[in-house]
């Protein structure tokens, strides 16, 4: 079965400061693996995404994630945060029929 | 051009009362997944359509729940004798395929259902 653990359920960090997200997966299967955002009262946006291309992925605003099979992670980074990134991040992965399973999110707090 | 919609945007219901959601995907779509938003459960997956048949529905919580899409488009999800625990944000995406592949699921901004 194929799950996603978030570790720290609120991540708080200062304006350009570095935002490093976590998240380890468990597959039996060469995995596709996604992170997505969400804003207050919003749906998911898709971040980015690894399809096995290349194991650094880089996505919309300045985020980027990078593979590591060794660690099963696909940890998100970005090297300075900015207030517009506060909000909730969740890391998943596709089954085999395409659906998401989801880790628990984790919300992230940039303070001035 | 248009995203995925939903309607209603917010729904409060009486326990026991049935209620629909509906979920218009990207034109085009043959994909369309349902999911739901809570608390206590986070963001957990429901059911899933190809076309018009559902080959996965293993996520939807009790024989209270159905849902049905038509002419590859529209789906509704009906919840019947809503208890308090059914209360959530209930998300709908799409998209252009299905499978274990690089298809983005577009998701549509939710039906948050409060049962009281």
């Known amino acids: 079965a194929q799950s996603v653990t978030q570790l720290g359920s609120h991540v708080s960090v200062s304006e350009g400061a570095l935002v490093l997200l976590r998240c380890n997966y468990s597959s039996s299967v060469p995995p596709y693996l996604f992170w997505y955002v969400q804003y207050p009262n919003q749906g998911l946006q898709l971040l980015l995404k690894y399809t096995s291309a290349a194991t650094l992925v880089k996505g919309i605003n300045g985020f980027e994630a990078e593979f590591k099979k060794s660690e099963t992670s696909f940890h998100l980074t970005k090297p300075s945060a900015h207030m517009s990134d506060a909000a909730e991040y969740f890391c998943a992965v596709s089954s085999n029929t395409g659906k998401l399973i989801f880790g628990q999110g984790t919300t992230l707090q940039v303070k001035p | 051009g248009a995203g995925v919609s939903q309607s209603p945007s917010n729904k409060v219901t009486e326990k026991g009362k049935d209620v629909e959601l509906r979920c218009d995907p990207i034109?085009?779509?043959?994909?369309l997944y349902w999911y739901r938003q809570s608390l206590g459960q986070g963001l957990e997956f429901l059911i899933y359509?190809?076309?018009?048949?559902?080959?996965?529905k293993s996520g939807l919580p009790s024989d209270r729940f159905s849902a049905e899409r038509t002419g590859g488009s529209v789906s509704t999800l009906t919840i019947q004798r809503t208890q308090q625990e059914d209360s959530a944000v209930y998300l709908c995406a799409s998209s252009l395929g299905s499978g274990q592949n690089n298809y983005e699921q577009y998701f549509g901004p939710g039906t948050r259902l409060t049962v009281t």
């Open positions: 034109s085009g779509h043959t994909a």
């Open positions: 359509f190809q076309g018009n048949s559902a080959p996965d």
